[in-house]
């Protein structure tokens, strides 16, 4: 099994004014023909998307490619979804509109897909936590912690994957640890890498995958795609852009 996880900035391109005259806007059909090759080229059984577009969009990328869908809605603007070889059981949302706040607890997007995996299920949690206000990821990783706890009772294989927008440090991290996830980058990938260094972008390592501890022992291989066409060290000239300002993140089980 092989899956992922990519922030796709809307599927703009990265940056904008470069990619736009070559792929077209979010929802044209050039631009879902071009994200459609791009996925394609990643070969996941399981693709966890943040930073998305419409539904609509999204199911024409899925219908082209073959794949099941869960989309998971946002309390603001940057849906999520997840793409799937396997057929989906079920699907739930963790991201709510909170009429009392401005910014609500997983204002990006949060929610879950059950699997069909042969004769066993599997959780795919995709998540996208707040990019800057550390008290919020808390809260988030709270309701995360929570929210395992209640999908255990379903199945015991659960994948946590997306856009943490924290390093591993932060208590979201802790809380996967403490109930005894891995994180895949760390255990076989030879450790943790940037998912965001292309050319004009400040280098972080915010995009993770972990797993059970039931799955675990089937961890195979792990790695940030760095090929061409999703980064590139520069100079930023006319002509030149990426896919996304992330890297997809990459594990095999």
């Given at each position: 099994m092989r899956i992922g996880t990519y922030n796709v900035l809307g599927l703009t391109g990265y940056p904008y004014e470069e990619s736009s005259s070559e792929i077209g806007k979010?929802?044209?059909?050039?631009?879902?023909a071009h994200f459609v090759r791009v996925f394609?080229?990643?070969?996941?059984?399981?693709?966890?998307?943040?930073?998305?577009?419409?539904?609509?969009?999204?199911?024409?990328?899925?219908?082209?490619?073959?794949?099941?869908?869960?989309?998971i809605p946002s309390p603001i603007n940057w849906p999520g979804h997840i793409l799937s070889k396997y057929s989906i059981l079920e699907s739930r949302v963790f991201s709510h509109l909170d009429p009392k706040?401005?910014?609500?607890?997983?204002?990006?997007?949060?929610?879950?897909?059950l699997l069909s995996v042969g004769d066993n299920t599997l959780w795919a949690v995709n998540v996208h936590l707040h990019p800057s206000n550390v008290d919020?990821?808390?809260?988030?990783?709270?309701?995360?912690?929570?929210?395992?706890?209640?999908?255990?009772?379903?199945?015991?294989?659960?994948?946590?994957?997306?856009?943490?927008?924290?390093?591993?440090?932060?208590?979201v991290h802790k809380y996967l640890v403490d109930m005894q996830f891995v994180n895949?980058?760390?255990?076989?990938?030879g450790g943790i890498q940037a998912t965001m260094d292309t050319v004009g972008i400040e280098t972080h390592c915010i995009d993770h995958i972990y797993v059970s501890q039931s799955l675990a022992p089937q961890l195979h291989t792990a790695k940030v795609i760095r090929h061409p066409g999703f980064r590139h060290d520069g100079p930023q000239e006319k002509g030149v852009w990426v896919h996304s300002d992330h890297l997809p993140v990459i594990a095999e089980l």
């Open positions: 979010p929802g044209e059909d050039s631009n879902t394609s080229e990643l070969n996941c059984d399981v693709l966890a998307l943040q930073e998305g577009v419409s539904i609509r969009t999204a199911q024409h990328i899925a219908l082209q490619m073959g794949y099941y869908l869960a989309s706040q401005e910014t609500p607890p997983f204002s990006r997007t949060s929610g879950a897909a919020l990821r808390r809260q988030e990783a709270n309701l995360l912690k929570n929210y395992i706890k209640q999908l255990k009772h379903t199945s015991e294989d659960i994948v946590v994957l997306g856009d943490f927008n924290s390093e591993v440090d932060e208590c895949a980058m760390e255990t076989v990938g």
